[in-house]
């Protein structure tokens, strides 16, 4: 049976995760020249929004400006404001955004000791029925000599104006106070980039979550009869604290709205920033968890070979409007500098997808493993290529992080216990095998006229040949085995996949997933403890005891949870998707090496989440092995 992976009916069975890498078919494309550019001192211009002004069609772009790392006492963060009145083909800048005593740390909300200091993150609501402009904008009080007060204070807060363009008139209190709400949302600890929003009766706030130390991000929610309050408590909406799946870590902002539906778009926090989730809830009932559902894991945005876009995405998430069939968005990245680019991009809102896929990869390596097992084959691809990449004909690895923390990359071991070619853009090619350890052994090596562009392989009971560009490569023996194909590229690299035809009998598939994945999308990091008695199979494993989770998100039907037994340990419960399912004794009176303790199968095929916890003591958490079937098999195109 033949089936083409670079089709966009075939989109869902890649593997898309928020720290190894994301495939995308979406089909937006970048609409003139870059907006903007960073320059010192404002290196890091990384957040913004975009507004279409109803009354007159003009389109307008807020800059978010910040020092490189965020922060700089003598430089605080503010906004820029620029226009198009040509749909964005070109922009012109209107300057800043609020008046030069803000920015000089001369403005005080009503009551407090300290001056406004920053406000980089803005958003634009307009309301029809009162002709004003609302601009949601974050603050902070933080000195010019960068030093730490009990008085100080961030949060967000609400001005409105007659123009998009401003003047701002800022309402005397903030609608959301860091210092205020410390200690009512668990282990968030901060709010900030927020988006206010019209409903029928009321008003409704989204606000960015995270928390120093547990690297969580999450969104909550206020409400308010009318912009000037009063405001009720927050509540949260999205976390990792949820038992579905939920992809993790990911940052939400800014929120927008299309048919009475609003949107939350998420991008990564891990190194590369490659992967996008979309978020949606129908807006009047938006301010009840259960309203929220993914509607979009990965494939929303893709990176371009582009000198403004060498760290792929950066900051924030993209943020627009949908107007005449039309998705419109602003997207920030980073340049081969470090320094931020805002852009604009569309596509088509009801064709979000197009055929080929996008695989980048920026401060790291990216990887993506093919949800269908493969063992004789024939496979025909066709792709340009910038950097390096690896077809792994026979996929193995450990899947995960290699940090339970933001800027996470591939995990080393994710590579290995693999066979496959490596290919650069050069010219230079090499048959690779790597061990369990990830130890690579070259099978053979050479250079081509030109840089790779097709390939052909075909295997046959255990014997491969390989043809690039047409030319015979290579002819050697691979484990003559079922395994999944796998698609990495390398660090300041980028795929663009064409074609991707595999014809073969496509078989179940087996992943592994390591312990630091579990930490991080649990988020407690620092509830575990780092173990180096017990016989794991992973290499880092962890133990940890009382209010400690571990969860995965998976795509498979069934997976078996592997753990070592020792004398400290007790036992632990397996839960899915919310639902109980049992425990498992993890006790020995010896060490024993880490096998499977608890087995799962019969799910429905698709996205999962497999929750561990404690049941009694100590409990470790080691390894995932998750199962399913190949894609169900839909009518090509």
Known sequence: MEHDYAKALRRQAWLRHPSLGDPSFDAFEKIGDTVHRSRPPYEWAVNGSLFRDPPTGDWYLYAGLYPYGYSHPQHPGHFVIYRSRSQGDSWECLGRGFEDEYFAGEVYFPGRSLPLRSCPDVVMQYDAETGLYWLTYDWSTKPLNGESTPDDDSGAALA?????AGPFHRLDAPFFSNREQKGKLGRFTRGYASTVLKRRRDWIAF???????????????????????????PRLLLSGDRMDYYPAPVEFYPCFVHQDKVYAPATSVAGNRNYQALFAADLEDAHHPQAWSLVQDGGFWHSRPLEDEAYGIWGQTVHGFVHEGRLVVMYPAKDSRDCGTLSVAARPWDEPFTDGFTLSGHQGRSLSPLL??????????AF???????????????????RHGCLALAHDLCFASSSGLVMEADGNWRMIARDKQ??????????LAEAPASLHVEIRRGTALIEINGTPVWRGSLPDEAAPLAVAVHQ?????????????????????????????N????????????????CREGFTGEG????????NGDGFRVFSPKGPGLGSMEIWVDGYFCGTADLHADVPQPSAPVYVVSGLSAGRHGVLLQPWQGRMAVDLLEVTGPPEPLLKEK
Do not use: H
């Open 160 to 164: 409105w104006s007659e123009s998009p």
């Open 207 to 233: 606000i960015l979550l995270d928390s120093w130390g547990f690297d969580a991000w999450g969104l909550c929610c206020m409400t308010a009869p009318r912009p000037e309050g009063p405001w009720s408590e």
């Open 372 to 381: 269908a097992a493969y063992r004789d084959f024939t496979l025909d691809a």
């Open 384 to 402: 340009t290529l910038t950097g390096g990449a690896e077809l792994l004909l026979r996929y193995g690895g450990i899947l995960g992080p290699d």
């Open 438 to 447: 990830g130890t690579e052994t070259t099978l053979s090596a050479g250079r």
């Open 492 to 520: 300041w690299s980028l795929l663009a996949c064409s074609q991707f035809r595999i014809q073969g009998d496509a078989e179940r598939y087996a992943l592994r997933y390591n312990a630091l994945d579990a930490l991080l």
């Open 522 to 537: 649990a988020m407690q990091p620092q509830d575990w403890a780092p173990d180096n008695t017990l016989p794991f199979a």
């Open 547 to 554: 209010a400690v989770r571990a969860k995965w998100n998976i």
